[in-house]
């Protein structure tokens, strides 16, 4: 059964691994399209992916170059 992990969760791994000179974070899922379906919406959409959501997030980190989504 597909599982998101929550924002905050997949966040603050980008940060710590960021802070240890990883310079790429590689996103990797079944259907990375889909994530956050799963999740309680922040505003309105439930049942909505929220993978630009994630993806704007992980823009932020300090110290990383690439955020890299595979199977899309």
Same mark, same amino acid.
């Given at each position: 059964?597909?599982?998101?992990?929550?924002?905050?969760?997949?966040?603050?791994? $980008?940060?710590?691994?960021?802070?240890? $000179?990883?310079?790429?974070?590689?996103?990797?899922?079944?259907?990375?399209?889909?994530?956050?379906?799963?999740?309680?919406?922040?505003?309105? $959409?439930?049942?909505?992916?929220?993978?630009?959501?994630?993806?704007?997030?992980?823009? $932020?980190?300090?110290?990383?170059?690439?955020?890299?989504?595979?199977?899309?």
């Amino acid at each position: 059964r597909f599982q998101s992990r929550t924002l905050e969760s997949v966040l603050a791994e $980008g940060k710590q691994l960021a802070s240890i $000179g990883v310079r790429e974070i590689n996103l990797v899922a079944q259907d990375s399209t889909a994530w956050g379906k799963d999740l309680a919406p922040i505003a309105t $959409g439930a049942g909505r992916p929220r993978i630009a959501e994630l993806m704007r997030a992980l823009d $932020g980190v300090d110290g990383r170059d690439w955020v890299r989504l595979l199977y899309i």
